[in-house]
């Protein structure tokens, strides 16, 4: 944040406004997660300066005086008269590559989301760390550049037709490929990231990324594009999957291949422009990765003639084959240097709103160290949105059924550049709780996110604080299809909810378990009084014949948008509960899907819908 309104001022070059921000940086370390991404997301400084002081009641009082002050003295001056119009930069880094962020604080221990994760004495052990003003705004620069190397879905999934139709792209092709055969290929001559490649560049060049993709590199291509697609769209996996009877058309996603082109020309224009960010296409990977050897590339005999052993296919000194073989022979960068890329990637996690991470059926996502300390990150600074497209391997769903953590340990984790996973794990070492509140904590994220929360109750200091300001749910319970029969089997504990009261979005996905009967669990929801937005979903839960514990939603009163998917449901016989929708007096969009509960004698209980004065959109399917 320090890094932030410092390059505004220093864009500005006006160094009479330089004590009003640096006031207002040093309080904004103090303002709550949601208002300080509202600041640092403003159009302009204007608008950021005003959203400030909208944040200051959340703020000591000195705090609160010294903004005001602040404040006042910028607007007294016409600051953005003379600054130039800055949109915050939403885009974040996400792959295995093995760079070397880590769930430390980045900036001198300044960002309000940083301090969870510093050190025991809350000291930064960012790469950062020490780093001068003049330094810091220079790399926060750099960082903002990436932001713009981001894609649009569209984009996406004209990259993925057009490689697929060649053959250099197969239902089995893994990140690391692409980054190989295509990416490093064909930037090789003008030595640049792949969004300059002239493919990107016949179609639209880089874009400002709205939302970051966490990946593993080992995971399949595909699969990274199916997690991004259902993320784009608020799809469930079985939208992909099933056949569309309205329109006749077949499934979207068959036998490993997906339907680009029908995509591309059926898909909402919204849809379609939504932007992304990964960093394979993002990274100038020969200023960062191609024709190295991490063993070999400190020695003299290397060093000596660096060119010569970056273009060698083989490395001349240990002779095995390399990763990214590439003959651009270009010279490597450094972290000391502003232009180093992947040690950029903490300024931008910063700034994100929200963090997409790709699951694959293995969750190679978790086994690589810096992937997990980029989840810890993310959902310190925001939020985090776990999409798994494919479904879990059979053995990991015997591991969650029987209490087994995904994660072993962090200790354990893999990283490409042995040196970065030192790092990364020297900073966790050093965190209060260590390796064990760690691993803790990110078994208990992931679990939830599974919808299970047998376990929540280990998760202390930091990481529950974590857990508690979380603001954004979704649950996955569709990996337990043919186990569960009762939901309290995944969440015996009903002070679940009261842990998660911060909540203002929950998405509880139960669709498809055709054993599940009792859903008396979803009566904690009643705790959520701060939810806005809600979507639960049990379609096809063929076994539920009672739908009472929604008799809880009358007490969510601040809900504006609700989803209850109830279709082929097909044992309920009465929605009687629903009657408290009426309650819900600042509801604007509602949706409510019954198709085929052919049980139904009445939907008299809807009649209370007519008393819901702000209700804009109503979506009924019976």
């Known amino acids: 944040s320090v890094g932030r309104w410092e390059t505004a001022v220093h864009e500005v070059a006006q160094t009479t406004y330089e004590t009003a921000v640096h006031e207002v940086a040093r309080a904004l370390t103090e303002c709550p997660p949601d208002a300080r991404r509202r600041v640092l997301n403003a159009d302009s400084l204007d608008d950021a300066l005003g959203d400030l002081l909208h944040a200051c009641q959340n703020m000591p009082e000195s705090s609160r005086r010294a903004v005001g002050a602040a404040v006042e003295a910028a607007l007294a001056t016409d600051l953005e008269s003379q600054a130039p119009q800055t949109t915050a930069a939403t885009a974040s880094s996400g792959s295995d590559r093995g760079s070397a962020p880590t769930a430390s604080s980045s900036s001198r221990g300044v960002a309000s989301h940083s301090k969870p994760v510093s050190g025991g004495n809350g000291s930064s ?68 990231h792949y969004m300059g490649s002239e493919f990107m560049r016949g179609h639209g060049g880089g874009k400002r990324a709205h939302r970051p993709a966490s990946h593993a590199w080992k995971a399949k291509l595909i699969n990274t594009l199916l997690n991004i697609l259902l993320d784009a769209t608020g799809w469930q996996p079985t939208n992909l999957t099933e056949f569309d009877q309205c329109h006749g058309y077949s499934p979207l996603y068959r036998d490993g291949g997906l339907r680009a082109d ?55 000194i240990c002779h095995k084959p390399k990763f990214n073989p590439c003959e651009c022979g270009m010279k490597k960068t450094n972290p000391v240097e502003e232009a180093h890329e992947i040690y950029l990637f903490h300024f931008v996690v910063e700034l994100v709103d929200a963090l997409v991470v790709s699951l694959d059926p293995t969750l190679f996502a978790i086994r690589r160290v810096w992937c997990v300390a980029e989840i810890v990150r993310a959902l310190m600074a925001g939020t985090v949105y776990f999409r798994l497209a494919e479904g879990l391997a059979a053995e990991l769903v015997d591991k969650l059924w029987n209490d087994i953590d995904l994660l072993e340990t962090v200790e354990k984790c893999e990283a490409t550049n042995p040196a970065d996973r030192d790092a990364i794990l020297k900073d966790i070492r050093a965190m209060n709780g260590g390796v064990k509140a760690y691993d803790t904590f990110v078994n208990r994220l992931l679990e939830l996110s599974l919808g299970i929360a047998r376990k929540l109750h280990e998760v202390e200091g930091v990481g529950l604080e974590a857990i508690r300001r979380m603001q954004t749910l979704e649950m996955d319970l569709t990996w337990a299809a043919g186990k569960i029969t ?30 599940l009967a009792d859903i008396d669990a979803l009566r904690g929801i009643g705790a959520l009084v701060r939810l806005q937005k809600l979507s639960i979903i049990l379609e096809d839960c063929q076994q539920i014949t009672s739908i009472n514990a929604l008799a809880c939603l009358g007490k969510l009163t601040s809900l504006q948008q609700l989803t209850l998917i109830l279709g082929g449901c097909t044992e309920i016989t009465s929605i009687d509960a629903l009657a408290c929708l009426d309650q819900l007096t600042s509801l604007q969009q509602l949706t409510l899907n019954l198709a085929y509960c052919e049980q139904i004698t009445s939907i008299d209980a809807l009649a209370c819908l007519g008393q819901l004065e702000l209700l804009q959109q109503l979506t009924l399917n019976l």
């Open 125 to 192: 052990s960012s790469s950062s760390k020490g780093m001068s003003i003049s330094e810091e705004d220079k790399r926060l620069a750099a960082a903002r550049k990436l932001q713009d190397k981001g894609f649009s879905l569209r984009q996406l999934l004209a990259f993925y037709r057009h490689y697929a139709a060649t053959g250099d792209i197969t239902p089995e092709t893994t990140t690391q490929e692409v980054v190989k055969k295509i990416v490093i290929t064909e930037t090789a001559k003008d030595g640049c």
């Open 486 to 515: 009762s939901l309290h089997e995944l969440m015996p504990d009903d002070k679940m909810f009261s842990t998660l009261d911060q909540l203002t979005s929950f998405k509880i996905d139960c669709s498809e378990l055709e054993r």
């Open 262 to 316: 029908d995509l591309l020309e059926h898909f909402e224009p919204e849809n379609l422009d939504k932007t992304y960010w990964l960093c394979v296409f993002a990274v100038n990977e020969h200023a960062a990765i191609c024709g190295d050897c991490w063993t070999c590339n400190k020695k003299a005999e290397w060093t000596a003639a660096p060119e010569a052993h970056l273009r060698a296919k083989s490395c001349l």
